[in-house]
């Protein structure tokens, strides 16, 4: 795979979401991560080449650009081949099961573990 580029602020709540998601599915490896400033009042010009918003996060892989992190995250979670973070449909998006495995839960529980 193309080496990935996510712009990101380790402030944004938004751009950490994305970055847990790159981290569970390791995919996080395989991505430069450009720590970037940005607000309403200081527009950053390399991100708004990416995003036409200049929002953070934004991803640019394989000469695309994804922008809006349940985007990003749904691309990620596609692309790596382990049971997926996010299913789509079915019990599992709504079900306890699937909020179980969420990520965030592992990591506020603090052990790693996903699942009970
Ligand atoms: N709906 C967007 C929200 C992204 C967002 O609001 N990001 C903030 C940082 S937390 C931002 O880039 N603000 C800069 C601006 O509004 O110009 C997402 O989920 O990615």
């Not at 596609?78 to 079915?90: A, V, Y």
Request: hydrophobic share 35%; glycine share 8%; charged share 30%.
């Amino acid at each position: 795979m193309a080496k990935m580029k996510l712009y990101y602020s380790p402030g944004s709540p938004y751009a950490r979401k994305v970055r847990i998601v790159a981290m569970e599915t390791k995919l996080d490896k395989k991505m430069e991560m450009v720590n970037v400033a940005v607000s309403p009042i200081a527009p950053n010009a390399d991100v708004e080449k990416h995003n036409p918003i200049g929002k953070i996060p934004a991803l640019s892989v394989k000469g695309m650009d994804l922008f809006d992190s349940p985007v990003i995250c749904e691309y990620l979670d596609n692309q790596h081949k382990g049971r997926k973070l996010l299913p789509r449909k079915g019990r599992d998006r709504w079900g306890g099961f699937a909020s179980r495995r969420w990520p965030t839960a592992c990591l506020a529980r603090g052990d790693g573990r996903y699942g009970r």
